[in-house]
């Protein structure tokens, strides 16, 4: 056989083996039968971007619709009594139950996160400096997710503080030494991300609490890369403060309303900076000034935006049936197989993976690093094979546990693969 007849035959047997192994994967995956509950999952789209927008579970259509005719269209003005003004706390809880480890009356569903960051970085910040005027300032690192960066020094600007920043491998994220040498007797507040948004990189979030902690500094952890794919223990591990996505792993659809966390012991301290009638004491007094309510509704400020809150709670449900730690191995599974065979397609052709390798250190994704990854992506969605770009180079290869097959993860990079320049 000639050199070049011989490379196609291994080529054949090696994707064959691939093959058997993803088809051995997702008959032994005990969560597979969940992937039939998400709209599209029959088709031959390969999706890769469920840690930026999930796809919507079947039952929220259901779910849209019987709200539109029998809640919305039925009860009229009497849901608010009935149910909605509730939801943003009943639904936080669920959220803290089966996604965070946070006991009931610590988390709500509100703001977009840029609003629910902001107005809890600012509250923590006024607080600590008024117990302690020397602490100005905020703690983030350089490759935190750009709304995390820009609303810091915003806040700092505003408030006559300073952001101290930490720098950060790209392929990393912040560790225990990093922390350690940024915080001290100045630090008001630490905001750090629990997965990297770019390299995927886990912190181990209740280390840096401590550290944050023993510091005097109060500490906010991003959840929007974790939620509802990496477990949170934020009780456990001492949070102060927490925000996170709903439209990513938790599937809440485009601009559904993100979560806030604030720790039982910190509530009655922080006032919140957007002082709305529905944060209010007595929302229906209407009275002349602000008193802001006990406990979480505090960090609520407008009217709760109910509709886009509605679809979460299917994946919600999902979670809890499954069980987030169920999810953690799934999430752990995929993103194993899709270094592995990274490492075996893509790596002949100069691909790295930008991610840590290992899953201890890793959140639900992998990113994958060469020059061509924009022109790749591009040329990828228009076969329906739908991963995202960030820069520089990276390719993010999201795995949503609940919704990915090893299957539809071999066939996607497997298009990788194909749509490399040789
Ligand atoms: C997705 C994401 C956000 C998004 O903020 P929005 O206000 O919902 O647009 C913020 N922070 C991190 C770390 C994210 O990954």
Not at 24 to 33: H, M, N
Not at 48 to 61: H, V
Not at 168 to 190: I, S
Request: aromatic fraction near 8%; include cysteine; charge should be negative.
């Amino acid at each position: 056989m000639s050199t070049d007849a011989e490379g196609v035959v291994a080529a054949a047997a090696r994707d064959a083996a691939l093959e058997a192994e993803a088809s051995a994967l997702d008959v032994a995956d005990p969560l597979r039968s969940f992937r039939g509950e998400f709209v599209g999952a029959e088709t031959s789209l390969v999706y890769f971007d469920g840690n930026s927008l999930g796809r919507p579970p079947r039952a929220t259509g259901e779910r849209l619709e019987r709200f539109v005719t029998e809640e919305w269209g039925g009860r009229l003005i009497r849901g608010w009594d009935e149910s909605w003004m509730q939801l943003p706390f009943a639904i936080g809880d669920t959220i803290g139950r089966v996604a965070m480890g946070a006991a009931p009356g610590q988390t709500a569903v509100g703001d977009s996160t840029t609003v629910l960051l902001y107005k809890l970085v600012r509250a923590a910040f006024d607080a600590q400096r008024a117990a302690d005027p020397a602490r100005v300032e905020i703690v983030v690192d350089r490759d935190n997710f750009p709304t995390d960066r820009y609303l810091v020094e915003g806040i700092a600007a505003e408030r006559g503080g300073r952001v101290r920043w930490i720098d950060v491998d790209l392929r990393r994220g912040v560790d225990a030494t990093a922390l350690e040498a940024a915080v001290g007797p100045e630090t008001a507040v630490v905001v750090l991300s629990h997965v990297a948004y770019r390299s995927g990189y886990l912190t181990d979030a209740a280390s840096l609490t401590r550290i944050a902690h023993d510091a005097g500094a109060l500490i906010l952890w991003d959840l929007c890369h974790s939620a509802g794919s990496v477990p949170v223990e934020a009780d456990a591990w001492g949070f102060d403060l927490a925000v996170g996505c709903t439209y990513k792993y938790l599937n809440g659809g485009p601009g559904s309303p993100a979560f806030a966390y604030v720790a039982a012991r910190h509530q009655a301290n922080l006032a919140q900076p957007i002082q709305g009638w529905m944060g209010a004491a007595d929302v229906f007094l209407m009275g002349p000034e602000y008193r802001p309510a006990d406990g979480m509704r505090r960090f609520l400020s407008g009217t709760p935006p109910i509709l886009g809150m509605l679809a979460m709670q299917d994946t919600l449900a999902m979670i809890e049936e499954a069980g987030i730690g169920a999810i953690r191995a799934k999430s752990i599974a995929l993103t194993e197989f899709a270094v592995r065979v990274a490492d075996e397609l893509l790596a002949p052709l100069g691909v790295e993976v930008a991610s840590p390798r290992d899953p201890a250190l890793r959140g639900g994704h992998v990113t994958l690093s060469h020059p061509a990854m924009r022109e790749v992506t591009a040329a990828l969605w228009e076969q329906d094979v739908i991963p995202d770009y960030r820069d520089p180079g990276g390719l993010r290869i999201g795995l949503s546990p609940l919704s990915t097959s090893f299957g539809e993860t071999l066939a996607g990079l497997r298009a990788v693969e194909g749509a490399m320049p040789r």
